[in-house]
């Protein structure tokens, strides 16, 4: 009995090893990566060792100053140090002046603080410096504003606007009213605000003043009193000036200014012209204006002459040219150069050509180039040609150049006025005079060249309407020229439609050719009766047409389940409550299914509208629920609403609760343990072991799940070998 006893102290000692070196899954060490090696003294493979340990086994731990916990496996030396220490175990603190961090080998600062420089970031860069100065020289750049320097460390000159150069202290630009490197000399007194900072020339002069220091004045002549700072030129004269420099005045006769270039007036005044408007106008001058260039640009009435100097003849009206004297226009029923002959009485309003006497315009009855012949009484109006006398149009029943002939009498009202033949004949009549009669079947008048009718009456055709249209066209008119109807009656065909089918067609297109057979046949020549309940059809086997309730091209029945009619084509129809059609069954009404909830199901795909009965789900509640269900479940999928007991969960309450589950029940939706875990486990799924050692009484019980580590190692060595020393 003792020695039984003893056997399991020993037995219980060996399973703790095995959870010590093996872990409870028999595959891994406490601190490896990677697997551990019995066979060599249990040391890490080369995985490695878990983050924050170091050596062979993985049983040191790293220096706290490590970033990361991360340490080189043999040596423990840090990969790299937390900000603010250094060293090769990361043991040692940066100096307070470094900002972040120092360099992990020396502990010098990798970066000062602003406003500091130095090895170790303790000296103060220059109060000049407007950033950070240099690290290891304390240079600044740039300097603020006023001062230079390589630390920034003197002032800029007092005569510097802003700032100065920071190698020389030249300033870059001076104050206004001074000039020089350092700005230390003065502008020139008719600089206007500045002058340029290294030769003293001003940038610009004061109104009236020119040169390189602006110490000439500007000509008096010069518009508002501003002139060219390089020679005095005026940029613009003021009135009665020209010239350069605007010193010489313009012509007495200038109307405004005159060219700056050359003095030559725009326009001139009143009664002056010439280049400079300094000769005076003539007497006779209309208005007494004048060319600036050619002399007086009109003349008063009854003057000509470049200057106006002469007299126009006695019997002109009004003024005569100013360049040869000739009269411009006579007083009424004269012509000629000096208005001296008598216009002719056939001339319109007595005006006639002042050059020849020849009338622009007949009176009423007269022509000629003087108008001095009378137009031929038969003359609409009286009116003829100008030129030749003949008449522009006859009066009412003649005809000819001269209006000399006679119109027929068929004509309607007027004839050609060049041949004699009739515009238009009276109703019934044709030809060129009219002379003829129309054929009794034209309707009111026919055409007055052939005499053809423009239209027949009802039922004839024909260029004369003798012919009658053919019986069997249906609105008894047909074409005039050709005869030709559309559509013929039922039962006529042909282009006259004179020709009639056979017994059976309801229309042809020959008479061995049917396109449309009366109900109840079919075939070209419709010659074959179609099934019974067929209207139309195109052979024994296919109907186009059945009576009301038939369908297909054989006419079957409408289903009884139809709700109504059912579609002529394919039979389908809306069934009644409770049955449900398949397109693919084409008329069929089937029973909605048993289990679907209240009987009632979609009219067309059969599925379920108001959900299953209890214990059934799918589209068509033809699956059962899971017997793990309590009772019912999702008609979509046929996930549980509720699982039958609480020691399973899952959508489908197929899953089992954890065994670590106290009571093994957990929660439906998520499968975590409702009443906790048992005995060595904690979590939501009671999936992680506590860490401490388990009771003897928890390894017994637990023995059996243990027994494949045994036996594939310890089994083979040292267990076997106790186990035969005290047996």
């Known amino acids: 009995m003792k020695s039984f006893q003893f056997l399991l102290v020993i037995l219980y000692i060996n399973i703790i090893v095995v959870l010590v070196y093996c872990g409870l899954d028999c595959e891994y060490c406490v601190c490896c990566a990677g697997r551990c090696l019995p066979d060599q003294h249990y040391i890490c493979d080369d995985f490695g060792c878990k983050t924050g340990f170091w050596n062979q086994y993985c049983t040191n731990r790293c220096s706290q100053g490590c970033a990361a916990g991360l340490c080189d496996r043999k040596t423990g030396q840090c990969s790299s140090c937390h900000p603010g220490r250094w060293g090769e175990l990361c043991d040692r603190r940066c100096k307070t002046a470094c900002p972040t961090s120092c360099n992990q080998l020396d502990g010098v600062c990798i970066t000062c603080r602003p406003g500091t420089w130095g090895k170790d970031c303790l000296i103060n860069c220059n109060i000049g410096c407007s950033s950070q100065c240099q690290r290891y020289d304390g240079h600044c750049s740039p300097c603020k504003d006023k001062t230079w320097g390589h630390s920034c460390q003197d002032q800029c000159p007092v005569g510097c606007k802003d700032s100065c150069f920071q190698n020389t202290g030249y300033c870059t630009e001076c104050i206004d009213g001074y000039w020089g490197n350092t700005c230390q000399k003065q502008c020139q007194a008719m600089c206007k605000d500045t002058c340029n900072q290294y030769n003293g020339y001003c940038s610009e002069c004061k109104y009236g003043y020119w040169g390189d220091s602006c110490d000439q004045q500007c000509g008096q002549g010069c518009a508002s009193i501003s002139c060219a700072r390089e020679n005095g030129y005026c940029l613009e004269c003021s009135v009665d000036f020209w010239g350069d420099k605007c010193d010489q005045h313009c012509g007495v006769g200038c109307a405004s200014i005159c060219e700056k270039s050359n003095g030559y007036c725009s326009y001139c005044k009143s009664g002056y012209w010439g280049q400079t408007c300094d000769l005076l106008c003539g007497q006779n001058c209309l ?412 390894l017994m019980s637990h023995f059996s799940s243990m027994h494949t580590c045994f036996e594939s190692w310890y089994w083979s060595r040292s267990f076997k070998r106790d186990i035969r020393r005290y047996l």
């Open 287 to 698: 208005s007494n204006s004048c060319h600036k260039v050619d002399g007086c640009l009109a003349c008063a009435t009854g003057y000509w002459g470049n200057h106006c100097e002469q007299h126009c003849p006695a019997k002109c009206y009004g003024a005569c040219d100013k360049t040869s004297g000739n009269c411009l226009e006579c007083d009424a029923g004269l012509w000629g150069k000096e208005c001296k002959n008598m216009c002719s009485k056939g001339c319109s309003s007595s005006v006639c050509n002042i050059s020849d006497g020849g009338c622009s315009e007949c009176a009423v009855g007269y022509w000629g180039n003087k108008c001095d012949q009378k137009c031929s009484t038969r003359c609409k109006s009286s009116i003829c040609n100008k030129l030749n006398g003949q008449c522009s149009a006859c009066n009412e029943g003649y005809w000819g150049i001269w209006c000399d002939g006679k119109c027929p009498d068929g004509c309607k009202q007027q004839c050609s006025k060049t041949n004699g033949f009739c515009l238009n004949c009276s109703v019934g009549q044709w030809g060129d005079r009219c002379e003829k009669h129309c054929p009794v079947n034209c309707i009111s008048t026919c055409t007055q060249t052939s005499g053809s009718c423009l239209e027949c009456k009802k039922g004839n055709w024909g260029g004369t309407c003798d012919t009658p249209c053919g019986q069997g066209c249906q609105s008894i008119q047909c074409e005039k020229s050709n005869g030709y109807c559309s559509p013929c009656k039922e039962g006529y065909w042909g282009d006259k439609c004179e020709s009639r089918c056979r017994q059976n067609c309801k229309t042809c297109i020959s008479y061995l050719d049917c396109t449309e057979c009366k109900n109840g046949y079919f075939g070209k020549i419709c010659a074959s009766t179609c099934i019974e309940n067929c209207q139309t059809c195109t052979s024994v086997n296919e109907c186009t047409k059945c009576r009301d309730e038939y369908w297909g091209t054989q006419c079957r029945k409408c289903n009884a389940y139809c709700n109504d009619t059912c579609d002529t084509q394919s039979g389908y129809c809306t069934c009644k409550n409770g049955y449900f059609s398949a397109h693919s069954r084409e008329s069929e009404c089937y029973k909605c299914p048993l289990k679907c909830q209240t009987n009632s199901c979609n009219s067309n795909s059969g599925n379920c509208q108001n959900g299953c009965k209890v214990g059934y789900w799918g589209m068509k509640c033809n699956n059962t629920c899971s017997s793990n269900c309590n009772m019912t479940c999702s008609q979509d999928e046929g996930q549980c609403f509720k699982c039958e007991t609480e020691t399973v969960y899952g959508p489908f309450c197929d899953q089992a609760c954890s065994q670590k589950c106290l009571l093994n029940k957990c929660e439906q939706e998520n499968g975590i343990c409702i009443h906790g875990c048992i005995d060595g486990f904690i979590g939501e799924f009671c999936d992680t072991e506590t860490g401490r050692i388990p009771s003897f009484k928890y």
